[in-house]
């Protein structure tokens, strides 16, 4: 049955969800904005809210359990310049804008970035 059901689906199966929310955190750390769908955007704000919590603590564990998230490069970006940028604060760190809906499907637009 399907009561309370927390997660999106996407219209994936449980390891291809998690390699596209993987993948969508990487590129939110490298260019700080995506352009995504507003699902893909909704479920991949509390992933990174975790990730930036996670950088804030700065010892190795934390870098060791990020790199094995979204990468060496990004884990080390996520735990220098973007989790100081956060040290006083403690939570939201991403925010969601609703965009035009795609011309090709009409599915409804948004972009996530860092606040």
């Known amino acids: ?3 309370h059901k927390s997660m999106r689906t996407l219209g994936r199966e449980r390891n291809q969800r998690r390699a596209l929310l993987k993948s969508l955190a990487a590129s939110l750390i490298e260019s ?5 769908t507003l699902a893909r955007a ?3 704000r509390p992933v990174m809210d975790k990730f930036v919590t996670i950088s804030k603590k700065g010892n190795v564990n934390a870098l060791r359990i990020l790199s094995s998230k979204v990468g060496k490069d990004n884990a080390k970006k996520l735990a220098g310049e973007i989790a ?6 403690k939570g939201g760190y991403t925010r969601i804008i609703k965009l035009n809906p795609r011309k090709s ?7 996530i ?3």
């Open 32 to 36: 700080k904005k995506i352009k995504t």
């Open 42 to 44: 909704r479920e991949l």
């Open 84 to 89: 100081a940028s956060y040290k006083d604060r």
């Open 113 to 115: 970035e860092f606040v």
């Open 105 to 111: 499907d009409g599915a409804l637009m948004a972009q």
């Open 1 to 3: 049955m399907k009561h």
